[in-house]
């Protein structure tokens, strides 16, 4: 098991690995909405007066399935996962802000401050992760 896992760090590396979360999370979260039967949750307005929610929730899914797969690209040619990965939190925090402005949500605000913080930041983020390992901090010499 040990050595799987770490076959799987050396062909991912550290980009890799957080598109391979990203995408299952997304998918995860995307399936979550498609099997619950609330056609209409709160905040989300904006967009069950275009489509229906599991329309909406099959873009985290195609999202998901599309950072998933940039996971095992290579450096360059992974950033249409990270684009991807940002899709879904971008359209659906754009709802809750205009949710809370419109007063539709009383919970609006923070959910958006959400999306924009712990998806939205945390994608820039991972995008931005070196490959390459950190170096270790230098060992202190005993007196």
């Given at each position: 098991m040990r050595a799987a896992v770490r076959r799987l760090r050396r062909v991912l590396g550290r980009r890799g690995i957080a598109l391979l979360l990203l995408g299952t999370?997304?998918?995860?979260?995307?399936?979550?909405?498609?099997?619950?039967?609330?056609?209409?949750?709160?905040?989300?307005?904006t967009l069950t007066e275009r489509a229906d929610i599991r329309c909406w929730a099959s873009i985290w899914v195609l999202c998901g399935a599309i950072t998933f797969g940039a996971a095992w690209l290579r450096i360059g040619r992974d950033r249409w996962g990270f684009i991807a990965a940002m899709?879904?939190?971008?359209?659906?925090?754009?709802?809750?802000?205009?949710?809370?402005?419109?007063?539709?949500?009383?919970?609006?605000?923070?959910?958006?401050?959400?999306?924009?913080?712990?998806?939205?930041?945390?994608?820039?983020w991972a995008s931005a992760v070196p490959e390459y390992a950190v170096p270790h901090p230098a060992r202190r010499e005993r007196p």
């Open positions: 999370g997304k998918i995860c979260y995307g399936l979550g909405f498609i099997l619950t039967s609330d056609p209409r949750p709160p905040g989300l307005q899709v879904p939190p971008f359209v659906w925090g754009s709802a809750y802000l205009w949710g809370a402005v419109t007063g539709e949500s009383v919970r609006g605000l923070a959910t958006f401050g959400w999306y924009a913080t712990s998806h939205i930041g945390m994608i820039l």
